[in-house]
């Protein structure tokens, strides 16, 4: 039996929210369509009843909207330009960055973690090991007080 969560959060339909997100950045990336055009999309094609789509749809617009921001960031942890990343590590690193950014009440763990899952699940053979090497250390920089709470 599963652990019942107080918080109202269903970590499994979180994790499904993170993969579809990963799945329509992907899109928008290639297609440079209208985010808005992506979203509704990807709602009428994908199993999304199973997904969290408040979450996946903050996510998505989200990362849509600080890309720029983002991008910049996160340069300074990569070995490459942002353009020359492989577009699902890209489009991880986004979501990932987005979330140890701007959304403080997903632990860190939980979003280095599911990064790593989805990166394993839909990259590169080896692309996981980059994404777990730049968001430990922009995790260290964007969420110094969390790990030092952590680590007590």
């Known amino acids: ?23 329509a950045l992907y899109a928008w990336q290639l297609s440079n369509s ?6 509704e999309q990807f709602r009428s094609e994908q199993d ?7 979450y996946f749809e903050a996510l998505v617009r989200g990362v849509e909207q600080n890309t720029e921001e983002l991008d910049a960031v996160l340069s300074k942890f990569i070995d490459r330009t942002m353009a020359q ?3 699902i590590e890209r489009a991880v690193l986004r979501i990932a960055g ?3 950014r701007f959304r403080p009440d997903v ?11 989805t990166t394993k699940r839909f990259g590169a053979e080896h692309g996981h090991t980059y994404v ?4 430990d250390r ?8 969390e790990i030092q709470g952590a680590r007590r």
């Not at 922009?138 to 007080?145: F, H, L, M, N, V």
């Open 1 to 23: 039996m599963k652990p019942h969560r107080t918080d109202g959060i269903d970590p499994a339909a979180r994790s499904r929210a993170r993969r579809r997100a990963l799945q």
């Open 34 to 39: 209208p985010i808005d055009k992506v979203i």
């Open 48 to 54: 999304m009843e199973i997904a969290d789509l408040e």
């Open 85 to 87: 990343v492989d577009p």
């Open 98 to 100: 987005y979330e140890l």
């Open 107 to 117: 632990p860190y763990r939980v979003v280095i973690n599911e990064a790593i899952e």
């Open 132 to 135: 777990n090497g730049v968001l």
């Open 138 to 145: 922009a995790a260290i920089e964007w969420r110094a007080q």
